[in-house]
């Protein structure tokens, strides 16, 4: 089984959609988690963190079920420029050795 | 400014070649890593830096070479590569390695072994 596990896609939306990207990890110690988004040919941009009580960032809002171990980002109002890779990022226990796990990332496209 | 810088932006080299890539980051980072890029997959971590010394090699084959001048520059040296090296090489820092900090990555060198 994956460590980090998120449906490939494509997901293709047209401008003003809302979509949503699920993630699921194996390690429940697994302390911190992250979205990233990575365009064509780019180096990852960290998108947002991802706390225990949900967090939202704009249009971006991100939630973290540490029961069922899932992670959800949810984009409202897409916009032609969303259009990317979105990586789920988990960062295992605290420590020495703590390392992030990235999950195979969830492509979007967004289309007018 | 979360800005980490990467040099070359392209790099092809012969596999008999040596050749470096540089990562320098002003961010106040005591952590810092080097990742491999394949298309289409995600990034593989291949060492960390932690306080300039070495904390995680991920069983990388001796021809990379990692170095940390000092704790704003992150080198990595390559010789004998082979044409399966290609890929896009990616450095990232943050705050600290042993607490789970978010991690900000340099544009990447992008590397043709031929």
């Known amino acids: 089984r994956k460590e980090v596990e998120q449906d490939p896609g494509p997901f293709n939306v047209p401008e003003g959609a809302t979509v949503a990207f699920n993630c699921t990890y194996s390690n429940s110690a697994s302390q911190s988690f992250f979205w990233y988004r990575q365009d064509c040919r780019k180096e990852p941009k960290l998108l947002m963190s991802?706390?225990?009580s949900g967090n939202e960032d704009g249009r971006f809002t991100a939630q973290l079920n540490r029961a069922s171990q899932y992670i959800s980002l949810l984009i409202r109002d897409s916009k032609l420029s969303d259009s990317a890779t979105y990586l789920c990022v988990v960062n295992e226990a605290p420590g020495t050795a703590s390392k992030l796990t990235f999950g195979t990332g969830t492509r979007l496209q967004v289309t007018l | 400014d979360t800005e980490v810088t990467q040099t070359p932006k392209h790099l092809v080299m012969g596999m008999t070649n040596k050749k470096s890539l540089k990562c320098e980051q002003h961010m106040g980072h005591r952590a810092m890593y080097w990742y491999k890029q394949k298309a289409k997959k995600p990034p593989e971590l291949m060492f960390v830096y932690s306080y300039e010394k070495l904390s995680i090699n991920e069983s990388v084959p001796s021809r990379f070479s990692p170095e940390c001048p000092n704790s704003s520059l992150l080198n990595l040296h390559l010789h004998a590569l082979q044409p399966e090296d290609s890929a896009l090489y990616l450095c990232a820092s943050s705050l600290r390695w042993d607490i789970s900090y978010e991690q900000y990555f340099g544009p990447g060198t992008r590397l043709t072994v031929t």
């Open positions: 991802v706390y225990s």
